[in-house]
């Protein structure tokens, strides 16, 4: 059983940056896959950034390549969204998932992990 805890989450202007960070524990960290999701209010949660077991590979989801960066610590069993330039559009909580099957995935099924999530607020 793997549990997820993220942090960094808070309010910023837009334009400004936030660091989110998600500290994995009960497993072992480098076997899985590791996402960032987001939810905003009324809307469907909707991925965000992946990253493979080894951090060899990332995705990111259109709305916010050139301007997000998800990374990991291994040694640290930690995962991280580095988050620039934000817009008001990306208030949402975000949460953290590990998948143990995929090399990576864009989509939520197979994360079977989940965190509670950090509530990010960007004003405009």
């Known amino acids: 059983q793997v549990q997820l805890v993220e942090s960094g989450g808070g309010l910023v202007q837009a334009g400004g940056s936030l660091r989110l960070s998600c500290a994995a524990s009960g497993g072992t960290f480098s076997s899985y896959a590791m996402g960032w999701f987001r939810q905003a209010p009324g809307k469907e949660r909707a991925f965000v950034s992946a990253?493979?077991?080894?951090?060899?590979?990332?995705y990111n989801a259109d709305s916010v390549k050139g301007r997000f960066t998800i990374s990991r610590d291994n040694a640290k069993n930690t995962v991280y969204l580095q988050m620039n330039s934000l817009k008001p559009e990306d208030t949402a909580v975000y949460y953290c998932?590990?998948?143990?099957?995929?090399?990576?995935?864009?989509?939520?099924?197979?994360?079977?992990?989940w965190g509670q999530g950090t509530q990010v607020t960007v004003s405009s």
């Open positions: 998932a590990a998948d143990p099957r995929s090399a990576i995935s864009i989509v939520a099924a197979p994360y079977i992990y």
């Open positions: 990253i493979s077991r080894s951090g060899s590979s990332t």
